[in-house]
């Protein structure tokens, strides 16, 4: 054994030293570098999970409101703001849970929070009732109306542009601008209170628009009229004609 | 014979008390079965169960976003923000919402005014648009998560149900997984200087709860529930309408299921 230690070359021997310390410096360090529990359930610290978990709650949940303010709660729930959440206008309340004495929430009563769902914009989905602020009763607050736990408008909309303000607006710069919306619309009464369970109707034939553009037909002079049977057959008049702005 | 064959190594009143032994626990196991040790089952991954019986083996995140319900009004950035402690400050979001305006041209532009915290204004522009959309964007806890890959001291992680963690304490601040992800959804916390993310509020998750986006939403047109179950809400929205993921060609198997995407969102 020391014969063999002896073959070998100097330069090697420091090398093997060298190694062997290296080794053991990691060997040492290692243990206390890297957390015990490091592993355990993945590459990661498992009482990370534990610290996450830890975070305190600040949104309580709507379920906890209706324990204290169940009348509250009804109204609400038979109204159109019954799938919107208590905090959503109140804010967070799990402190207010555990201290309802001290810990009031927030009542938003200005036209400024309203508005962050219910002012009109383009990229809003169709039926979603909007307002354009600026015109909408603007010295009012809108409390003084609507109930925000039973929003339901104090008169149903006037006309279509309440919840259709872009096709409105489209058909404003159109020529159809004097055509009302019920001309080519059967609009069921359901449809104002319940507007995605009543459907308007849409025409489904080119006959209908033929009522008015048919060049047989005696209307009035200055509506453009076609040959509703050679001006192109095979399609439907909106498929070219967009009715809002033709 | 083979019991007894067994004994053979034993003396006789030792074979005695060993047959009666084993004759007993015979009878007994068939007298009340499932009550021996030997068949009772080992609690399977106890490790996972976190909080209150919370068994995360038993779950599996993940979230459905309807753009044709999404108004817009920010109130899921809002809630995260109040939720999770979230820098005020307008760069810093776990969610945030774009508007997408999509041209006569096509050309496509994308705005979030302060991640949509403060809903959005009307605004007046001569642009042509004959689309626009709010698309909500968060995390998407990847099932082959390209930041959790490239953390080099292990501070980010899958669990078993399917949500990216970040361990705060053990992240060196590297910003290698700010980088690393497709979605833009980490950033450096300016006091912490360690990276955050979405957790899907699994604070609120291990004890039954929503996340405070999905509980505040209006409109509903966040979901979220667990994929592991086929009566979840989630399942269901999957099942009812046409689903994509962002980024499906980068492999990184989102579990955020949008429905009614647009081509141009990515």
Redesign the interface.
């Given at each position: 054994m020391i014969s063999f230690w002896k073959k070998i070359p100097e330069q090697a021997k420091r090398l093997v030293v060298l190694a062997i310390i290296l080794l053991a410096v990691f060997l040492v360090v290692r243990p206390q570098l890297v957390p015990s529990d490091f592993g355990e359930l993945g590459h990661f610290r498992a009482s990370a999970l534990q610290d996450i978990i830890a975070q305190p709650v600040q949104y309580a949940g709507h379920e906890i409101c209706t324990e204290c303010h169940d009348e509250v709660a009804e109204k609400k729930g038979n109204s159109y703001h019954r799938n919107v959440a208590c905090e959503v206008c109140h804010g967070p309340a799990a402190v207010h849970v555990e201290e309802e004495e001290t810990d009031m929430l927030r009542i938003p009563r200005g036209r400024d929070f309203c508005i962050v769902c219910h002012e009109y914009l383009s990229s809003r989905p169709t039926g979603f009732p909007q307002i354009v602020s600026e015109s909408h009763n603007p010295m009012k607050s809108c409390i003084t109306c609507h109930n925000p736990h039973d929003p339901t408008p104090p008169e149903k909309p006037k006309d279509c542009a309440g919840c259709h303000a872009s096709i409105a607006r489209s058909k404003m710069v159109s020529h159809h601008v004097y055509v009302p919306c019920v001309r080519c619309h059967d609009t069921p009464e359901g449809h104002f209170t319940n507007p995605r369970v009543y459907h308007p109707t849409k025409p489904t034939k080119r006959e209908f628009c033929g009522g008015c553009h048919a060049s047989d037909d005696p209307s009035v002079a200055g509506i453009p009229q076609v040959d509703i049977e050679s001006h192109g057959e095979r399609y439907v008049c909106w498929q070219c004609h967009y009715p809002h702005l033709p | 014979m083979s019991i007894l064959k067994s004994y053979q190594h034993l003396n006789q009143p030792q074979k005695r008390r060993a047959f009666v032994k084993t004759f007993l626990l015979s009878v007994a196991a068939i007298v009340f079965p499932g009550r021996s040790g030997s068949q009772e089952k080992p609690k399977k991954n106890s490790?996972?169960i976190?909080?209150d019986d919370y068994d995360a083996t038993e779950h599996r995140w993940g979230m459905g976003i309807d753009i044709?319900?999404?108004?817009?009004?920010?109130?899921c950035v809002a809630?995260c923000k109040?939720?999770?402690n979230v820098p005020k400050l307008p760069f810093f979001f776990r969610t945030w919402v774009e508007?997408?305006?999509i041209e006569a041209n096509g050309q496509v532009s994308v705005s979030s005014p302060n991640g949509g915290y403060?809903?959005?204004?009307?605004e007046i522009s001569d642009k042509q648009?004959i689309r626009?959309?709010?698309v909500p964007k968060l995390c998407n806890h990847c099932d082959n998560p390209p930041c959790v890959q490239v953390c080099p001291v292990?501070?980010?992680?899958?669990?078993?149900d399917g949500v990216i963690?970040v361990?705060?304490?053990?992240c060196i601040g590297c910003r290698y997984c700010i980088q690393a992800c497709p979605y833009g959804a980490r950033f450096l916390h300016p006091e912490t200087r360690t990276a955050e993310k979405c957790?899907f509020c699994?604070?609120?998750v291990?004890?039954g709860?929503?996340p405070?986006c999905v509980?505040?939403c209006?409109?509903?047109a966040r979901i979220f529930g667990d994929l592991k179950k086929t009566a979840s809400p989630l399942v269901r929205f999957t099942r009812m309408h046409n689903i994509n993921v962002l980024k499906q060609n980068l492999n990184t198997e989102p579990k955020v299921y949008y429905a009614n995407l647009d081509m141009e969102v990515s």
């Open positions: - | 490790k996972w976190l909080d044709n319900n999404c108004i817009g009004c920010g109130r809630a109040d939720e999770n508007r997408y305006e403060d809903s959005f204004k009307p648009t626009s959309f709010f292990g501070a980010t992680f899958k669990t078993v963690l361990d705060k304490d053990y957790t699994y604070h609120r291990v004890k709860m929503s405070a509980e505040n209006p409109t509903q």
